[in-house]
T-cell receptor, first 113, second 110 residues
Framework: NAGVMQNPRHLVRRRGQEARLRCSPM?????VYWYRQLPEEGLKFMVY????????ESGMPKERFSAEFPKEGPSILRIQQVVRGDSAAYFC???????????FGPGTRLTVT | SQQGEEDPQALSIQEGENATMNCSYK?????LQWYRQNSGRGLVHLIL?????REKHSGRLRVTLDTSKKSSSLLITASRAADTASYFC??????????FGQGTRLTINP
């Protein structure tokens, strides 16, 4: 049973470009969460999605960031016009149900140059 | 502000010794989860303890939860070099999103 998959594992973007991060949840999981981790810090919640629905986006910056979890395919976290401060590790997690154990992917390390 | 705060921030012990990490939080919770993160890697789920539970065991791990003090502890017995990692507690207040602390960096010296 494959775990949570994220790709790419490393992404380098120049300032102003767009970054697209993908997350495939564990089989049977319909709840997806995105978190961001800055160096030497804990993870901070960004957004919680179920298939075709955003449930909680209270941790998402108001501008440039968006997320989706379509009926088919992976969840996508999209960052437009990236800035240096967006450099971080972005982790996706999934769960069978809301409030249950969340299983994390290996993360995507975004570097903005 | 962060819900969970781990203590200590860093811990260095000899292989074979026990390691204890603490986590405090501010508001009521549905459950509390402990995770391990090896340097530059993803998080590994260790254990979930619900608000109506006081203690849980999993192998060499023992987690306690004191809701009256809003605190939890993670004990790793008979530590091994492979236990070297950062350990995070995360609280779920029922909104499904987890709120993480800053973590405890554990180093096991051979």
């Amino acid at each position: 049973n494959a775990g949570v998959m994220q790709n790419p594992r490393h992404l380098v973007r120049r300032r102003g470009q767009e970054a697209r991060l993908r997350c495939s949840p564990m089989k049977g999981h319909s709840h997806v969460y995105w978190y961001r981790q800055l160096p030497e810090e804990g993870l901070k919640f960004m957004v919680y999605l179920q298939k075709e629905n955003i449930i909680d986006e209270s941790g998402m910056p108001k501008e440039r960031f968006s997320a989706e979890f379509p009926k088919e395919g992976p969840s996508i976290l999209r960052i437009q016009q990236v800035v240096r401060g967006d450099s971080a590790a972005y982790f996706c997690a999934s769960s069978v149900e809301g409030g249950g154990e969340q299983y994390f992917g290996p993360g995507t390390r975004l570097t903005v140059t | 502000s962060q819900q969970g705060e781990e203590d200590p921030q860093a811990l260095s012990i000899q292989e074979g010794e026990n390691a204890t990490m603490n986590c405090s939080y501010k508001t009521s919770i549905n459950n509390l989860q402990w995770y391990r993160q090896n340097s530059g890697r993803g998080l590994v789920h260790l254990i979930l303890i619900r608000s109506n539970e006081r203690e849980k065991h999993s192998g060499r791990l023992r987690v306690t939860l004191d809701t009256s003090k809003k605190s939890s502890s993670l004990l790793i017995t008979a530590s091994r070099a492979a236990d070297t990692a950062s350990y995070f507690c995360a609280t779920d207040r029922g909104a499904q999103k987890l709120v993480f602390g800053q973590g405890t960096r554990l180093t096991i010296n051979p």
